[in-house]
T-cell receptor
Framework: GAVVSQHPSRVICKSGTSVKIECRSL??????MFWYRQFPKQSLMLMAT?????????EQGVEKDKFLINHASLTLSTLTVTSAHPEDSSFYIC????????????????FGNGTRLTVT | GQQLNQSPQSMFIQEGEDVSMNCTSS?????WLWYKQDPGEGPVLLIA?????ELTSNGRLTAQFGITRKDSFLNISASIPSDVGIYFC???????????FGKGTKLTVNP
């Protein structure tokens, strides 16, 4: 089945530094990947849609200069949290659809295992 | 952003009991999905529903896409301890790639 790999699974950084999180589709190609954020005991909130070869689309209220997204290939999207602050501490999860054989909105989203970011 | 109304928020049951949870929305969705999330991990897809009225099973799990396209339920039969986790419903509107999530149902199964 479709596997989405996320790295690192856990990262602790100091306030003011930047952190990069990678999301890879291991056995399929994805022109679009989605980045979610999840606070403790909360649901998943979509942050942005990562588009291969073009700019990401950010949801309302998400700072694009703070959360830099790069989707350089059909199997890799990266999220960089710039100048991280303690309030950025959260669980970040990426997801992608298996678009093998053509783009299909109906293919279900598969999620990575998430990255726990702690900013001290 | 928009969220689905998922209930109950939490459930405490005995092993062997059946479980039912549901999601409702004020608007129509073309696809309903059910995910399970274990602590510290990403959600795992359980069942995907694409057609109003569709009833789909995956082992002990059964989910239905409501006729009005505004709701869905998930049933778990004969629960076991490994069913513990948080279950999320998610809806997708026609023409959109985005998913809207419910707030989750936390399931605890007592052996």
């Amino acid at each position: 089945g479709a596997v989405v790999s996320q790295h690192p699974s856990r990262v602790i950084c100091k306030s003011g530094t930047s952190v990069k999180i990678e999301c890879r589709s291991l056995d399929f190609q994805a022109t679009t990947m989605f980045w979610y954020r999840q606070f403790p005991k909360q649901s998943l909130m979509l942050m942005a849609t990562s588009n291969e070869g073009s700019k990401a689309t950010y949801e309302q209220g998400v700072e694009k200069d703070k959360f830099l997204i790069n989707h350089a290939s059909l199997t890799l999207s990266t999220l960089t949290v710039t100048s991280a602050h303690p309030e950025d501490s959260s669980f970040y999860i990426c997801s992608a659809r298996d678009e093998t054989g053509g783009r299909s909105y109906n293919s279900p989203l598969h999620f990575g295992n998430g990255t726990r970011l702690t900013v001290t | 952003g928009q969220q689905l109304n998922q209930s109950p928020q939490s459930m405490f049951i005995q092993e062997g009991e059946d479980v039912s949870m549901n999601c409702t929305s004020s608007s129509i969705f073309n696809t309903w999905l059910w995910y399970k999330q274990d602590p510290g991990e990403g959600p795992v897809l359980l069942i995907a529903l694409y057609k109003a009225g569709e009833l789909t099973s995956n082992g002990r799990l059964t989910a239905q896409f409501g006729i009005t396209r505004k709701d869905s339920f998930l049933n778990i039969s004969a629960s076991i301890p490994s069913d513990v986790g948080i279950y999320f419903c998610a809806g997708q509107k026609g023409g959109s790639e985005k998913l809207v999530f419910g707030k989750g149902t936390k399931l605890t199964v007592n052996p």
